[in-house]
């Protein structure tokens, strides 16, 4: 197989030697842009240029994959990280947002656990969980070590003695005293307050110190372990000492976790669709629930084979009848404000005649700059309309989300909506902008893929002829099991 174009190459050394020698995550992009590979690095500078040295033999130590994807490789990006863990779960996210073709990790639905600890409960509980509740819980995570998260919840339940059972365990319940304990509190790992062996304060109590360790760095509580440990070593009590290292193991696995605002899973959180219009009825202050909305994004790459997307959304679901995909006509170069008006006034003008409704909310995919793009489209609308016929209906509400702090513009508002991060209003309108942004994306994929093809066609250049492949001793090819000779090779 031919290696990578030797100008590409050479270019490629000279950009990956100014790359930081600090964690990251790297992704190898082809020619168009698209992203082949997402992987992480302790050290981007050597990580990466392990890939383009001259004596490195891809092939045998990273596999066929690889190795025909670096003779595609035709720009390599960085993202630095403050440390290794978070270039981990940096990492996981990426992969899971982009899904590139030659990651063969990570591209599955699977998340990272949380311990979750049930505060909304009289007795709140902990758990080790990839499907925490968002509301009435506290939550330590990420973690990157599941098996390690375990093991230190049942380390630390030995010491702080919480309760790992579903049961529903009220403070008001007089039955409580007459129910028997299971194995947990024989061995004294739990305090029983499923049995009434325990007051609500005191296990609060309890509670409160055991998140005070998992908020810390934990080093107290390690020094202290480590120091009944060597004791228990230097007193010949080698199976005590094996069992205080294996929880010393375990509690320090903790520290391989994200931050839980940092680093969302935003497939961790399901949210119920009515929930989230009722909360985006009350911050738009809109006179009704809404139950239409419909999402907007433009994509495009320097320009060419720039597309509209418009996505619909009925009652919180997509409603796939709705949508709709619009080639850019009149805008040449990169101008996403003139694209996001020329979409507008291609869906809309039906609505602006009042000749069809429109939808309670209008979404954007952008900020402040976005937003006033289509308000203006829509004010050039209404004023076309008036002109012809004397009225034009008014827009409905209209919003832009803007990517990375995640806020929400509100037309007639001078200040952007910060809300929090698992508030269900905000989570909807992300689904309504990511699925845009998706649907966008495939249509503009589709045009560039058909755009080569044609340059191919026109420049004569063809495929490769499929090699048949050979029949095994005593196996039947599709042709002789019909009678025909087998094809000459």
């Known amino acids: 197989m031919p290696g990578p174009d030797p100008a590409v190459l050479e270019r490629l050394r000279d950009q990956i030697a100014r790359f930081p020698k600090t964690p990251g995550v790297y992704l190898m992009k082809d020619r168009e842009g698209r992203v082949l590979y997402v992987g992480k690095a302790r050290d981007l500078r050597a990580r990466v240029s392990s890939y383009f040295q001259e004596g490195a033999d891809l092939l045998a130590t990273r596999g066929p994959r690889i190795d025909h994807m670096i003779t595609l490789v035709d720009e390599v990006d960085f993202l630095e990280c403050p440390s290794e863990v978070d270039a981990l779960l940096k990492e996981a996210r990426l992969i899971k947002d982009i899904q590139p073709p030659y990651n063969e990790r990570l591209k599955d639905g699977k998340s990272f656990p949380y311990i979750e600890i049930t505060l909304r409960d009289d007795f709140p509980g902990v758990y080790v969980t990839r499907r925490p509740s968002a509301r009435g819980t506290k939550l330590y995570g990420p973690l990157l070590n599941a098996a390690g998260a375990r093991d230190a ?35 004294d790992q739990c305090s029983a307050p499923c049995a009434d062996r325990i007051s609500r304060e005191a296990y609060a109590a309890d509670i409160r110190r055991l998140r005070k360790l998992l908020g810390s760095k934990r080093t107290t509580f390690l020094r202290q372990l480590r120091a009944e440990m060597e004791a228990a070593a230097a ?73 509209g997307s418009l996505v619909c959304f009925i009652d919180g679901r997509p409603y796939k009848a709705g949508y709709r995909r619009y080639r850019i006509k009149t805008v040449g170069g990169v101008d996403d404000y003139a694209m996001i008006r020329e979409v507008i006034v291609r869906r809309y003008r039906y609505a602006a005649a009042a000749e069809e409704l429109y939808p309670d909310v209008i979404l954007i995919d952008g900020g402040l700059g976005q937003l006033h793009a289509a308000l203006g489209a829509f004010d050039e609308l209404r004023r076309a309309v008036e002109l012809e016929r004397g009225a034009a209906a008014r827009p409905a509400m209209v919003v832009s989300l803007a990517k ?86």
């Open 235 to 307: 007193e010949k009590r080698y199976e005590d000492a094996a069992v205080l290292r294996d929880r010393l193991k375990a509690i320090e696995s903790l520290s391989l976790s994200g931050d839980v605002h940092a680093d969302v899973q935003p497939e961790v959180f399901f949210i119920d669709p009515a929930a989230g219009l009722d909360k985006l009825q009350q911050i738009l202050d809109l006179p009704e629930r809404p139950r239409i909305i419909e999402g907007l994004d433009i994509a495009t790459l320097h320009g060419e084979a720039s597309v």
């Open 404 to 489: 990375r702090e995640e806020l929400v513009y509100v037309q007639a508002r001078s200040e952007p909506l910060r809300l929090p991060r698992q508030h269900e209003a905000l989570r909807l309108l992300q689904s309504v902008r990511d699925e845009a942004h998706r649907f966008g994306q495939h249509y503009h994929h589709i045009l560039r893929r058909k755009q080569t093809f044609d340059e191919d066609v026109a420049a004569g250049r063809r495929p490769p002829p499929r090699r048949r492949p050979r029949a095994r001793r005593g196996e039947v090819t599709l042709d002789e099991s019909h009678g025909d000779p087998p094809a000459e090779s």
């Open 153 to 187: 919840v049942n380390a630390l339940q030995k010491v702080f003695k919480f309760r790992t059972c579903e049961l529903d365990i009220r403070a008001d319940d007089p039955q409580r005293r007459f129910f028997r304990p299971c194995l947990l509190h024989a061995i």
